[in-house]
């Protein structure tokens, strides 16, 4: 059985997206669960990469945020990204939105 290594609450979604950068090409990834360390998405029509780091941009609540990610693992068309840095303002806003998410 496989064991949960994020800590934190994730929330789950569906129909949400959000913009993976390879290369400098936004590609749309739909997010599977949320954390405020990581994200499981669902690639879609995004080229193979060798690339470990990518930018992620979210639209949250009306605002964009942005954070650099780092594959943990991918399986398929899904994968698991730890945020590996993002602004302090955008962390804030994510753990907000996450909060309210969780409580719903």
């Known amino acids: ?3 949960e290594r ?7 979604f569906a129909g949400i997206f959000a913009n993976k950068y ?10 599977l669960d949320v954390s405020a ?3 499981q998405v669902r690639r ?4 193979e990469s060798s690339s470990m780091t990518y930018p992620l941009e979210l639209e949250v609540g009306g605002v964009t945020l942005w954070a650099w990610t780092r ?13 590996v840095s993002a602004d302090s303002l955008d962390r804030a806003r994510l753990r907000k939105f996450l909060r309210a998410a969780l409580a719903a």
């Open 22 to 31: 390879i290369d400098g090409i936004p590609h749309v990834v739909e997010l």
């Open 71 to 83: 594959r943990v693992w991918r399986r398929g068309n899904r994968e698991a990204l730890r945020i």
């Open 6 to 12: 994020r800590g934190d609450g994730r929330a789950r």
């Open 44 to 47: 879609i029509l995004e080229p």
């Open 1 to 3: 059985m496989k064991s």
């Open 37 to 39: 360390s990581g994200l």
